[in-house]
């Protein structure tokens, strides 16, 4: 089992930044990819940011492109998304996701809310 717990979220203006932290704990060994999710009220859950865990190659939705960041930290089994220039439209839960071979987890979700 893989416990995945994220913090950072909260209330930011538009324009702003936050930090998204998600700390891996338990059978952490064979990860793959750690990602960042995100869901809006009424809409799918999409793929925000993901990193390999081997060469840390990264991915980001074209929406997020040049706004987010992912990175991850071995020592601390911790993967962070950077967030700025925040808009509205970023508003959602953001859950932290982890990949193993035949499985994967999640994160309970932290709230994302940028005001205008």
């Known amino acids: 089992q893989v416990q995945l717990v994220e913090s950072g979220g909260g209330l930011v203006q538009t324009g702003g930044s936050l930090r998204l932290s998600c700390a891996a704990s338990?059978?952490?060994?064979?990860?793959?990819?750690m990602g960042w999710y995100r869901q809006a009220p009424g809409k799918q859950r999409e793929l925000v940011a993901g990193i390999t865990s081997v060469g840390s190659s990264t991915n980001y939705a074209d929406s997020v492109k040049g706004r987010f960041t992912i990175s991850r930290d071995n020592a601390k089994n911790t993967v962070y998304l950077q967030m700025s220039s925040l808009k509205p439209e970023d508003t959602a839960v953001y859950y932290c996701?982890?990949?193993?071979?035949?499985?994967?987890?999640w994160g309970q979700g932290t709230q994302v809310t940028v005001s205008s």
């Open positions: 996701n982890a990949v193993k071979p035949k499985v994967d987890y």
């Open positions: 338990g059978s952490i060994f064979s990860i793959s990819y």
